[in-house]
């Protein structure tokens, strides 16, 4: 989603035609917000993966036989 314009944090031209550092703090706060998300995201998909694991019928289990030593 491309906001960048007139009033946006991270123009390049501020009024009067005057170069404008960009914001910053604002870019910060833009990047954390998608961090969280993404984590948020990431942390629901295991969650429904783990979920649907133990959902489902386990194998059985066999235990393998020991040679007899020789």
């Given amino acids: 989603m491309d906001r960048a314009g007139a009033g946006h944090p991270t123009s390049i031209l501020a009024e009067r035609g005057r170069i404008a550092a960009p914001d910053y703090r604002e870019l910060y706060l833009e990047m954390f917000r998608a961090n969280e998300a993404a984590i948020r995201l ?11 694991y133990l959902a489902q019928d386990p194998p059985p289990l066999r235990l393998q036989e020991k040679e007899p030593p020789q």
Avoid: S
Avoid at 43 to 51: F, G, L, P, S
């Fill in 42 to 52: 990431l942390q629901q998909a295991q969650a429904r993966a783990e979920a649907a």
